[in-house]
T-cell receptor, first 114, second 112 residues
Framework: DGGITQSPKYLFRKEGQNVTLSCEQN?????MYWYRQDPGQGLRLIYY???????QKGDIAEGYSVSREKKESFPLTVTSAQKNPTAFYLC?????????????FGDGTRLSIL | GESVGLHLPTLSVQEGDNSIINCAYSNSASDYFIWYKQESGKGPQFIIDIRSNMDKRQGQRVTVLLNKTVKHLSLQIAATQPGDSAVYFC???????????FGAGTRLTVKP
């Protein structure tokens, strides 16, 4: 089945540690996105990528980093500089960055602090 | 399961009734809108979309209405079922790329 796979489902971070969240898609989508979801708030964009080897900061990029070496993969690293990392992280993809394209989501990774 | 949102507006309906969920959007230049459904502990699921050149669009048991005059979007669910219980949120296209702004959502609870 085509879709977006995020792993792990749950992740725990220690003080000073970097952690990497995986996102893989087999939809042949060009564009991929990372969002953060906090209780009672709308999704906030962290980073997005329109094509391989290119990515742009979203609204809340500080303390995060990404790479896009393959079309299928868009991993997110939560660095120790992110002081409030506890959240639900969602990866999405769409067929392109032209307007009017629905974004499709994975089932998320919940990150907590030990 | 995990809660996707605390202190969200809530709507409680009886099974079999129709549900109407509302959304006010921010940008009068937005020309594309999406409704998503999010169940506890899962990612948002695409339900239906609408472009600004339309006022109404229907899917299976769902209808989206767009009122550009007052920047209002609504999702109607016919014959609501227990499986419809979830958080529903709208998204609007806000830029030249596929930049979307997402609402916080409404929690729908269906009572059997």
């Amino acid at each position: 089945d085509g879709g977006i796979t995020q792993s792990p489902k749950y992740l725990f971070r220690k003080e000073g540690q970097n952690v990497t969240l995986s996102c893989e898609q087999n939809l042949n989508h060009d564009a991929m996105y990372w969002y953060r979801q906090d209780p009672g708030q709308g999704l906030r964009l962290i980073y997005y990528s329109q094509i391989v080897n290119d990515f742009q900061k979203g609204d809340i990029a500080e303390g995060y980093s990404v790479s896009r070496e393959k079309k299928e993969s868009f991993p997110l690293t939560v660095t120790s500089a992110q002081k409030n990392p506890t959240a639900f992280y969602l990866c999405a993809s769409s067929t392109g960055t032209g307007r009017r394209q629905p974004q499709h989501f994975g089932d998320g990774t919940r990150l907590s602090i030990l | 399961g995990e809660s996707v949102g605390l202190h969200l507006p809530t709507l409680s309906v009886q099974e079999g009734d129709n549900s109407i969920i509302n959304c006010a959007y921010s940008n009068s230049a937005s020309d594309y809108f999406i409704w998503y459904k999010q169940e506890s502990g899962k990612g948002p699921q695409f339900i239906i979309d609408i472009r600004s050149n339309m006022d109404k669009r229907q899917g299976q048991r769902v209808t989206v209405l767009l009122n550009k005059t007052v920047k209002h979007l609504s999702l109607q669910i016919a014959a609501t079922q227990p499986g419809d219980s979830a958080v529903y949120f709208c998204a609007e296209n806000i830029g030249n790329n596929n930049d979307m702004r997402f609402g916080a959502g409404t929690r729908l609870t269906v009572k059997p």
